[in-house]
T-cell receptor
Framework: DAGVIQSPRHEVTEMGQEVTLRCKPISGHNSLFWYRQTMMRGLELLIYFNNNVPIDDSGMPEDRFSAKMPNASFSTLKIQPSEPRDSAVYFC?????????????????FGEGSRLTVL | GQNIDQPTEMTATEGAIVQINCTYQTSGFNGLFWYQQHAGEAPTFLSYNVLDGLEEKGRFSSFLSRSKGYSYLLLKELQMKDSASYLCAVRRSYNTDKLIFGTGTRLQVFP
């Protein structure tokens, strides 16, 4: 089975440009998470969706960041305009289940990440 | 606020035992997780504790004390491939899959 698929794996862009990161969760998983990882702050949750609906976006840094999940097999994270401080690895993760986490151990399956460099 | 603390770096020798500690202060608790992350790769799940005590899985064990807000990951018979970052994460509520991660402990295993 394919795991969580993210694209692009690497992106280098200039300040002010729009960046779109993409994620395809594992088929059948109903929750999807976007995390950002930096050396200083570690792995931070940006937003998570359950059944395609945003549940918690309290980690989204500011209005420059937006995320969508138009269907169960696709999500995007967009940064517009991008800034050098947005440079990080952005991970998408998904989890299976049909309700509260009692039905599983809560194991998140992560994609390989998108490494973003904003110059 | 949410606070999850781990040592930043640790070193150990091949064949030895190492214990990586994690303390947490969170509003709500419903499980503690350990993930392994090799450099340049995605985090992968290692263990899960929701009740006090020790969970053993091969060379790796994880311990939880909810009253103390404390967990540790114990790695036995260290191998070079165990060189990685180890991330402690807390789930705060029964009704969410959301995990809050610590900044991770980078472990280097030397021959």
């Amino acid at each position: 089975d394919a795991g969580v698929i993210q694209s692009p794996r690497h992106e280098v862009t200039e300040m002010g440009q729009e960046v779109t990161l993409r994620c395809k969760p594992i088929s059948g998983h109903n929750s999807l998470f976007w995390y950002r990882q930096t050396m200083m702050r570690g792995l931070e949750l940006l937003i998570y969706f359950n059944n395609n609906v945003p549940i918690d976006d309290s980690g989204m840094p500011e209005d420059r960041f937006s995320a969508k999940m138009p269907n169960a097999s696709f999500s995007t994270l967009k940064i517009q305009p991008s800034e050098p401080r947005d440079s990080a690895v952005y991970f998408c993760a998904s989890i299976a289940g049909t309700g509260p986490p009692s039905r599983n151990t809560g194991e998140l399956f992560f994609g390989e990440g998108s490494r973003l460099t904003v110059l | 606020g949410q606070n999850i603390d781990q040592p930043t770096e640790m070193t150990a020798t091949e064949g030895a035992i190492v214990q990586i500690n994690c303390t947490y202060q969170t509003s709500g608790f419903n499980g503690l997780f350990w993930y392994q992350q090799h450099a340049g790769e995605a985090p992968t799940f290692l263990s899960y504790n929701v009740l006090d005590g020790l969970e053993e899985k091969g060379r790796f064990s994880s311990f939880l004390s909810r009253s103390k807000g404390y967990s540790y990951l114990l790695l036995k018979e260290l191998q070079m491939k165990d060189s990685a970052s180890y991330l402690c994460a807390v789930r705060r509520s029964y009704n969410t899959d959301k995990l809050i991660f610590g900044t991770g402990t980078r472990l280097q295993v030397f021959p």
